[in-house]
Every structure is written in C-alpha cells, then in structure tokens.
C-alpha cells in the first residue's frame, strides 16, 4: 500500500496511508480556522498575525487537497479500501446469519 505525506494544521508533516487517514487530517483544520475566525476582528493592517496566520493554514491545506486528489484517483488504494470494506461486511453477515442458525 501507498504512503503519502499531509500536514497537520501546525505544520507536522504525517503520513496516510488511507482516506480515512486523510480525512482526520483534514478535519484536524477546524479549530485553526475557528482561531483565525475569532482574531480577525482586532486586525488593525493586513501585516498583522491573524492574516500570516491564514496563510500558513492555507498553504498546508491547499498541499493537503492535492494529496486527497491523488489518493481519490489512486486505483490502487481505491481497491485496497473497497476489499477492506466488503471483507467487513462480508464478516458482519456471516455472524449475524451465524447468530441465526444458533
């Protein structure tokens, strides 16, 4: 399986090595944004931290995107994930119908 590389929204580089990785990651972005929401407001001069702030977050979460692109396009995780998926579903009916048969 494929290994990529995202940022967290402090900067710390992590790898993924799934979606659902990836979406942790990017979920992870919330706060930041809530932080940045929250300063604006007192910005007196568009030199001030609030707007370097967003930069930063933006620059990781647009390098984020281009990771989940790819990963979204990679046929090879694609499938990976989907077996991983059906096995467990597969798993899942075959101890309900066990459960049936008791």
Known sequence: MKIYEMHQAKG???????????????AGFEPFVDK??????????VEDEPFAFLQRIATRWNANYEVWQAMEADEEL?????????????????????????
Do not use: H, W
């Open 12 to 26: 710390e580089r992590i790898t993924v090595s799934n979606l659902a990785q990836a979406k942790q990651i990017m």
């Open 36 to 45: 940045f929401l929250a300063e604006i407001d007192g910005a007196k001069s």
């Open 78 to 102: 694609q499938l990976a994930e989907r077996k991983a998926a059906d096995i467990e579903r597969a798993r899942a009916i075959k101890e309900m119908a066990r459960k049936c048969r008791d």
